[in-house]
């Protein structure tokens, strides 16, 4: 979760811009406080393990022609600054200083400019849900159990990617 590791990044480089994006997630909301904390970031220095699993699945898609598109809940400089030099993503839309970019916003935006196509969806959070239900398949990474067994009653097709240690 990148709210979470950018906030403790924060709080350990500068714990008064800490302290203060916790006022904005109070007084101003999600977004605001996700768009405080990624402009007190040096985005371009943000390293991310990323998942090996998910990494290669999205590769075996792109090369079988299919756009790869991000959509995320994190803020949309700190999703760039992460996922770009992979060179992987036909799109990456995240989070904004006015938009809290998840559950239902991005169902919205996929009607809207891919209005009838098949989709998947990766995820694994409950704010998934309403993405899985409408798309043709789910790939769940690293769930918990009882997201996995919600997701396996509300979609079609379920690819299981757990790779977490201790696993």
């Known amino acids: 979760d990148s709210v979470q590791e950018v906030f403790f990044r924060l709080l350990f480089k500068n714990p008064w811009y800490a302290l203060v994006s916790l006022f904005f997630l109070v007084?101003?909301?999600?977004a605001a406080f996700k768009n405080y904390m990624a402009s007190r970031m040096m985005c371009k220095d943000l390293q991310w393990p990323i998942n090996p699993?998910?990494?290669e699945e999205l590769r075996l898609e792109k090369a079988r022609g299919r756009a790869i598109i991000l959509l995320t809940a994190s803020h949309e400089n700190i999703a760039r600054a992460i996922v770009e030099p992979l060179n992987l993503f036909d799109q990456i839309l995240g989070s904004t200083a006015t938009r809290?970019?998840?559950?239902k916003e991005k169902l919205a935006w996929i009607r809207e400019n891919f209005p009838g196509q098949p989709f998947d969806y990766a995820g694994n959070s409950p704010d998934d849900y309403i993405l899985w239900k409408y798309s043709d398949g789910a790939i769940?990474?690293?769930p918990s159990k009882s997201v996995l067994k919600h997701a396996k009653k509300?979609?079609?097709?379920?690819t299981l990617i757990q790779n977490r240690i201790g696993l």
């Open 140 to 142: 769940i990474v690293n």
């Open 100 to 103: 809290n970019f998840k559950g």
């Open 154 to 158: 509300i979609t079609k097709r379920v």
């Open 53 to 55: 699993d998910v990494l």
């Open 27 to 30: 007084v101003r909301g999600k």
